[in-house]
């Protein structure tokens, strides 16, 4: 259910059960409710841009994480998973041109594509992608700690924003 603070509520059937990539695709639930919060209380076009860069480069860290770990499994199906990883960030790109360039924002068409692709991409191309493989991945989330620490250190934008 849809409430002021919640646009996007996170469900146990996204996860693929690896706790790293996990928390991070709940963070990046965590920024789209954030920027629903942020369209709903008509803040200050500088706070959603905020949100917007935040939201674009998590996305890039995230993906880059998650490619090189179904390039480490030589999974078949990575040059897919790459494309519409890339195809989220071109649209994203996009989107927040857009948003830049008219005075009309577009926040709600952003925020309704983000949900729609975040649910259809961790329910199925993650879970198909990732869940299947069954592997041990203490090695790559060691690996990721170390080459992302901020990806870990960056929870709640909203409280940060709050807190600002």
């Not at 890039?60 to 480490?72: C, M, P, T, V, W």
């Not at 709600?108 to 992608?129: I, N, P, Q, R």
Request: proline share 1%; glycine share 2%.
């Amino acid at each position: 259910m849809t409430t002021r603070n919640t646009f996007f509520e996170w469900q146990d059937a996204y996860s693929v059960n690896i706790r790293h990539l996990d928390e991070q695709h709940k963070e990046l639930v965590n920024m789209l409710n954030c920027l629903f919060i942020a369209a709903f209380e008509r803040k200050a076009n500088t706070t959603i841009v905020y949100i917007l860069d935040a939201l674009m480069n998590y996305c890039s860290k995230h993906f880059a994480l998650e490619e090189r770990l179904l390039e480490q499994l030589q999974h078949k199906d990575l040059d897919a998973h790459r494309h519409e990883n890339r195809k989220l960030l071109e649209h994203l790109d996009l989107l927040h041109k857009k948003h830049l360039r008219d005075d009309l924002p577009v926040y709600f068409d952003m925020l309704y594509f983000l949900k729609h692709w975040m649910t259809d991409h961790f329910h199925g191309v993650d879970s198909e992608d990732l869940i299947k493989v069954g592997l041990s991945t203490a090695a790559w989330e060691k690996s990721a700690n170390e080459e992302f620490p901020e990806m870990s250190a960056s929870r709640s934008l909203c409280g940060k924003l709050k807190a600002a």
